[in-house]
């Protein structure tokens, strides 16, 4: 029975779909904003909080918690009273920075043809009555 323990475990954290696999991760509401707002310097909590905005703490410790545990970014707890605690991109967050700025522009780029087409749809989906 212990084999399969160890079987169960060593499958734990795969997914068949490597494109689901980071898509449901860095695909949240928040997990690309905590990145973007770590890029180029290494930043405390409470400056993540205020450049993000509208994000609660808890949201903020639960995106910063599974962004480390899947390597995007590194805690650095520091041995002081008060304990001083910053975050940074790792490689692997830095690396992932491209495709994410690529994905960036294109929406910034497109973002007026998709609210267009969704006016349309919803004018044609009432029938063709406009809408208020």
């Keep these: 029975m212990s084999k399969h323990r160890n079987d169960a475990a060593s499958t734990e954290f795969e997914q068949p779909c490597p494109v689901r696999d980071v898509l449901d991760r860095i695909g949240d509401q928040w997990s690309l904003l905590v990145l973007l ?18 994000i609660s703490k808890q949201m903020l410790s639960r995106t910063l918690k599974q962004l480390e545990q899947d390597g995007y970014i590194r805690r650095t707890v520091y041995a002081e009273v008060p304990p001083r605690v910053e975050y940074d991109l790792t490689d692997l967050g830095r690396s992932f920075l491209e495709p994410m700025k690529l994905l960036v522009a294109w929406a910034d780029t497109h973002h007026p043809a998709i609210r267009e087409a969704r ?10 009555r406009r809408e208020a």
């Excluded at 707002?37 to 509208?54: A, P, S, W």
């Excluded at 006016?119 to 063709?128: C, H, K, M, N």
């Design 37 to 54: 707002t770590l890029q180029g310097e290494t930043k405390r909590f409470n400056v993540l909080m205020r450049e993000i905005g509208d």
């Design 119 to 128: 006016r349309a749809y919803s004018q044609r989906a009432s029938g063709g």
